[in-house]
C-alpha cells in the first residue's frame, strides 16, 4: 500500500524518540511526498530548528531518493480548491490532500488534519476515497 506523507509527520524523522521510529517506518515502505512537502521540511529545519542548508540538502536529497515526489500542477490547485469548498481545509492542507488524492495512494499520514476523515476525491472518475490517519495514534 502506498502511503502520503504530510510534512507535520516527517518533520519528526530528524528527532529522536518514538516518533521518529515511527517515521522510519513509513519510509520504509513505499511513501509518496510532494514538492510542497519538500519545501516545507527545508522550510521548518531551517527556519524553527535552525539546521545547516547543507545538512537540509542532504536530508532532502534522501526523501528524493526513497520516496515517490509528485509535482504540484493546476490540476492539483483546482482539486484543492474543490476540496476546500467540500472540507473547510486550509489552502496548504487542501494541496496536501489533493496531491496524495491526485497519486495512487489511498492513505495520507498527517498528525494536524482529522484522524479517520475519509475525503471523497472531486473530478475522480473512479470515486476515489482517500482515508487520513494519524499514524501516531495508539488505537
Same mark, same amino acid.
Request: aromatic share 6%; with cysteine.
Given at each position: 500500500?502506498?502511503?502520503? *506523507?504530510?510534512?507535520?509527520?516527517? *518533520?519528526?524523522?530528524? =528527532?529522536?524518540? #518514538? ?8 519510509? &520504509?515502505?513505499?511513501?509518496? +511526498? ?11 529545519? $531551517?527556519?524553527? @530548528?535552525?539546521? &545547516? %542548508?547543507?545538512? +537540509? ?6 526523501? +528524493? =531518493?526513497?520516496?515517490?515526489?509528485? =509535482? %504540484? ?8 480548491? &474543490? ?12 494541496? *496536501?490532500?489533493?496531491?496524495? $488524492? ?9 498528525? =494536524?488534519?482529522?484522524? $479517520?476523515?475519509? +475525503?471523497?476525491? #472531486? ?9 487520513? @490517519?494519524? #499514524?501516531? @495514534?495508539? &488505537?
Amino acid at each position: 500500500m502506498k502511503a502520503f *506523507i504530510d510534512t507535520n509527520v516527517l *518533520i519528526y524523522w530528524v =528527532d529522536a524518540g #518514538p516518533r521518529a521510529d515511527v517515521v522510519e517506518q513509513l519510509l &520504509a515502505n513505499y511513501c509518496v +511526498i510532494s514538492v510542497q512537502v519538500l519545501n516545507e521540511f527545508a522550510n521548518v529545519l $531551517g527556519k524553527k @530548528r535552525a539546521m &545547516a %542548508l547543507a545538512d +537540509i540538502q542532504e536530508l532532502s536529497n534522501t526523501l +528524493i =531518493d526513497i520516496c515517490e515526489v509528485v =509535482d %504540484l500542477s493546476v490540476h492539483t490547485h483546482q482539486t484543492a480548491l &474543490a476540496l476546500m469548498a467540500n472540507y473547510k481545509l486550509s489552502l496548504y492542507d487542501a494541496n *496536501i490532500v489533493a496531491a496524495a $488524492g491526485l497519486s495512487t495512494c489511498t492513505v495520507l499520514y498527517s498528525e =494536524d488534519m482529522q484522524d $479517520g476523515l475519509n +475525503i471523497k476525491m #472531486p473530478m475522480s472518475k473512479n470515486k476515489k476515497v482517500l482515508s487520513i @490517519r494519524n #499514524p501516531f @495514534r495508539v &488505537a
